[in-house]
């Protein structure tokens, strides 16, 4: 079955950087576009970024853009999010998704995509 596996969260203080990796299996990773969405406690999950198939085209909510970078690497079928300059309110638990689309925009709402992953926690202090 289709599995997406989330790592590379944790604490870190404000101004630092982590990189999210969402390893993925059961699928054929080069006809899935990818996303990344986050839900911080007490709010709904909201769109972070995301990448078409190839990796050419790709989307950020405005209050991540150039702070974040989402890539891939169909051969290792593998999902990235950097993220650089992190601040508090970034804080969150993030989860990768994806669904199957040869479309170049990729997906920005979540109802859009198939399959998810457990999520991974990220905590930036003050």
């Known amino acids: 079955q289709v599995q997406l596996v989330e790592s590379g969260g944790g604490l870190v203080q404000a101004g630092g950087s982590l990189r999210l990796s969402c390893a993925a299996s059961?699928?054929?990773?080069?006809?899935?576009?990818m996303g990344w969405f986050r839900q911080a406690p007490g709010k709904e999950r909201e769109f972070v970024a995301a990448i078409n198939w190839s990796g050419t085209n790709t989307n950020y909510h405005d209050s991540v853009k150039g702070r974040f970078t989402i890539s891939r690497d169909n051969a290792k079928k593998t999902g990235y999010l950097q993220m650089n300059s992190l601040k508090p309110e970034d804080t969150a638990v993030y989860y990768c998704a994806a669904v199957y689309t040869s479309i170049q925009t990729p997906p920005g709402r979540e109802g859009e995509y198939r399959y998810w992953g457990q999520g991974t926690q990220v905590t930036v202090s003050s």
């Open positions: 059961g699928l054929t990773f080069l006809n899935y576009a």
